[in-house]
């Protein structure tokens, strides 16, 4: 416990960065990897179009590059430069949330259609029946694979330790110049990770018996 407990000023910086990245990152996911998944199934060509576009483009590009572009492309940009944690979530929300638009879309697809077309002869619109019969569905359906995307997001903040934030990827780094062993740091930045991966099932099998008891 000495590596923790002697360092605790680099381990609460590392660990703080690490959950801001993930929560916000997270939060930006869902929320237009929610947008892009509508629009997946949106009776508009160009809305689709443009959904399909953004998944097949961003997914199928390198995690990695995307931080390279948001690390050097986007300063090129001449646009207000926020700093390396503020684009670093960006990054990740922007790459994740083409994984949650395809669970979306996937979880839309359980829905019947019956309901749907239930709900607009009765005069909803497209965007009422998506939030007021769809997405509520979807969303009960899609909860083990939707977290197991936000676990691959929690891991994924380690890639940000290569762009000068400062989170558990890079503490061993950190740690080795207090003349730290490389291989003990690196354990103990494992049994984090697994500590908060386990909390993240936790909640996965809380959501998904608290919404079972609601159907």
Do not use: C, H
């Amino acid at each position: 416990m000495g590596v923790i407990t002697d360092n605790l000023d680099l381990w609460s910086e590392a660990l703080r960065n690490t959950l801001l990245l993930f929560l916000a990152g997270g939060a930006i996911a869902l929320v237009l990897g929610t947008l892009i998944g509508a629009m997946r199934v949106s009776p508009i060509p160009v809305a689709r179009a443009f959904g399909t576009l953004y998944v097949n483009i961003i997914r199928n590009t390198p995690l990695t590059l995307v931080f390279f572009f948001f690390a050097f492309g986007y300063p090129a940009l001449r646009l207000p430069n926020p700093g390396f944690t503020v684009l670093a979530i960006w990054a990740l929300g922007v790459y994740t949330a083409t994984y949650v638009a395809e669970v979306i879309r996937a979880g839309i697809n359980t829905v019947p259609v019956g309901q749907a077309e239930a709900a607009r002869a009765i005069g909803l619109t497209f965007t009422q029946v998506m939030t007021l019969v769809v997405m509520p569905q979807a969303f009960r359906s899609v909860v083990p694979p939707m977290m197991s995307v936000f676990i691959a997001l929690l891991k994924n903040t380690t890639v940000a330790a290569g762009f000068s934030v400062a989170e558990l990827g890079v503490i061993r780094a950190n740690l080795s110049e207090r003349g730290e062993n490389a291989l003990t740091v690196l354990l103990w930045v494992a049994v984090v990770f697994v500590v908060l991966v386990l909390l993240l099932s936790w909640l996965q099998r809380y959501l998904e018996n608290k919404w079972r008891i609601a159907r």
